[in-house]
């Protein structure tokens, strides 16, 4: 997991960016387009960089991410 990744998590949580809309269903802020959000659970999330994770990371053994998800762990430790 990239350091990068990990500070626009934290951001993104910070900033109040993360909504828990269900159990394991939440609405998380676009850190690049405040226009936008996107919906994701715990292992899928609808932006972008997961959706295109493979086609950069093929092959390296990777469990698909994004800051998005990284920011739902981090919600959940702060709000359990």
Same mark, same amino acid.
């Given at each position: 997991?990239?350091?990068?990744?990990?500070?626009?998590?934290?951001?993104?949580?910070?900033?109040?960016?993360?909504?828990?809309? $269900?159990?394991?269903? @939440?609405?998380?802020?676009?850190?690049?387009?405040?226009? *936008?959000?996107?919906? /994701?659970?715990?292992?899928?999330? $609808?932006?972008?960089? @997961?959706?295109?994770?493979?086609?950069?990371?093929?092959? *390296?053994?990777?469990? /698909?991410?994004?800051?998005?998800? $990284?920011?739902?762990?981090?919600?959940?430790?702060?709000?359990?």
């Amino acid at each position: 997991m990239s350091a990068n990744t990990i500070r626009k998590a934290k951001k993104l949580v910070e900033s109040g960016g993360v909504a828990q809309l $269900e159990d394991d269903l @939440f609405q998380i802020k676009s850190l690049s387009d405040p226009e *936008k959000s996107y919906i /994701a659970s715990s292992t899928e999330c $609808e932006c972008p960089g @997961f959706k295109n994770f493979y086609k950069f990371h093929h092959g *390296k053994g990777l469990k /698909a991410n994004c800051s998005h998800l $990284e920011a739902i762990k981090i919600f959940k430790q702060e709000n359990p």
